[in-house]
């Protein structure tokens, strides 16, 4: 009895507490998720802006710009890969479709995003191997302050 009244509660709470949801709320959300879990830390684009009052040498400068010829090309096939089992899982379930290609689906959707998150912390490893201590702290501050 106690359960049913905790999920009555649980269900109202949702229902009436403003959390509906419509589906294209619902899939601009899911997008916002995805972005947001997949790219936890970016500095690559402050970097990139504030070359200048981080005072760079010319060697720095010619690394970061050689590394983001390769790096968002790399980034983004994963994204798109993402985007793709996505589309797909959402089918299969939609369609109740096969239950080991979707739980296969889920696997691979996590093992992208687990990269993604990898990939954002050997970005920040390669920046700081690349700066001084007290450029990748001003870089980590004007980071900071520009993701309030």
């Known amino acids: 009895m106690k359960i049913h009244a905790l999920v009555l509660a649980a269900f109202t709470t949702c229902a009436f507490g403003g959390a509906v949801i419509l589906p294209a709320q619902a899939e601009t959300q899911a997008h916002k998720a995805t972005a947001e879990s997949a790219q936890i830390v970016d500095l690559m684009p402050v970097l990139l ?86 450029q990748f702290k001003q870089l980590v501050a004007l980071y900071r302050q520009q993701t309030k």
């Open 49 to 134: 802006h504030h070359e200048q009052s981080l005072k760079f040498t010319d060697d720095q400068k010619k690394f970061f710009a050689a590394w983001m010829k390769k790096y968002p090309p790399r980034r983004a096939e994963i994204e798109q890969d993402i985007v793709t089992m996505r589309t797909q899982l959402r089918a299969l379930i939609l369609d109740g479709g096969n239950h080991a290609l979707r739980d296969s689906l889920v696997q691979q959707l996590g093992a992208s995003h687990a990269q993604l998150l990898m990939m954002s912390a050997l970005d920040v490893e390669t920046i700081q191997e690349h700066v001084s201590k007290e």
